[in-house]
């Protein structure tokens, strides 16, 4: 199975300000079927990028995603007040459909 | 867009039974793929499993023989049950999903289970 590993486990960053999270795969990811959630506090989870790069509907062009393979990006620009949460990453080529352990984006 | 309502929070003993349940609002189950996802307090997510829109369902290991995911397109209605088998550590929130496949477009608000003696 595919296991993915996040970085960092916690980001602090400054509203206004970029960032990067990291997710690393244990194997290359089939088809680049990579996808990204973001999680509000006590909030379901919401899907935020698919197919690595692709925003889903509705996401703010703030967010984008690339990478490819083993070694994925979610860059977030322009952070905003409600930006700040926890973000998985998630491969849905194989099962099981393993997601990361999260990194939690922290205000600064 | 799909809008999913899942049941409300249970609170069961060890050894005990329980299905939990997912209604989506106005759409047919017939090509929808459903799965589940844990997420124990104050921790990460995990994916728990999927029931394809042609009803073949898939399970992580670590959860293979521990529930069983099923739809019944008959009342939009996916659960997720366990049988006689609860454990103190199956205390989570369990999250329903939906696709078009494999990927999670859609969740569920969240089930809280609670087991405790």
Same mark, same amino acid.
């Given at each position: @199975?595919?296991? +993915? ?5 916690? +980001? =602090?960053? =400054?509203?206004? @300000? ?11 990811? *089939?088809?680049?079927?990579?996808a990204w959630f973001q999680q509000r *506090?006590?909030q379901a989870p919401s899907l935020l990028i ?6 889903a509907t509705g996401i *703010? ?15 977030? =620009?322009? +952070? @905003?007040?409600?930006?700040?949460a926890?973000y998985y ?5 194989? =099962? ?8 939690? +984006? @922290?205000?600064? | ?7 409300? &929070? ?8 329980? /299905? ?10 017939? /090509? ?6 844990? %997420? ?23 959860? %293979?023989?521990?529930? !069983? ?7 939009? !209605? &996916?659960?997720? %049950? ?9 205390? &989570? /929130?369990?999250?329903?999903t ?6 999670i477009t859609v969740w569920?608000?969240? !089930?809280?289970? !609670?087991?405790?003696?």
């Open positions: @199975e595919i296991v +993915l590993t996040q970085s960092p486990g916690t +980001l =602090s960053v =400054s509203p206004g @300000e970029g960032a990067t999270l990291s997710c690393r795969a244990s194997q290359s990811v *089939p088809r680049n079927y990579l *506090p006590g698919f197919d690595a790069s692709s925003r *703010p062009d703030r967010f984008s995603g690339s990478g490819s393979g083993t070694d994925f990006t979610l860059t977030i =620009s322009r +952070l @905003e007040p409600e930006d700040f926890v990453c998630q491969q849905y080529a194989t =099962s099981p459909n393993n997601f990361g352990q999260g990194t939690k +984006l @922290e205000i600064k | 867009e799909v809008q999913v309502v899942q049941s409300g &929070a249970e609170v069961r003993k060890p050894g005990e039974s329980l /299905k939990i349940s997912c209604k989506s609002e106005g759409h047919s189950y017939s /090509k929808y793929w459903i799965g589940w996802v844990r %997420q124990m307090p104050g921790k990460g997510l995990e994916w728990m499993g999927i029931i394809s829109s042609e009803s073949e369902s898939k399970y992580s290991p670590a959860f %293979q023989g521990q529930v !069983t995911i099923s739809v019944d397109k008959s009342i939009s !209605t &996916a659960s997720l %049950q366990w049988s006689n088998s609860l454990k103190a550590s199956d205390s &989570a /929130k369990y999250y329903c939906f696709g078009g496949g494999w990927l569920g608000q969240g !089930t809280l289970v !609670t087991v405790s003696p």
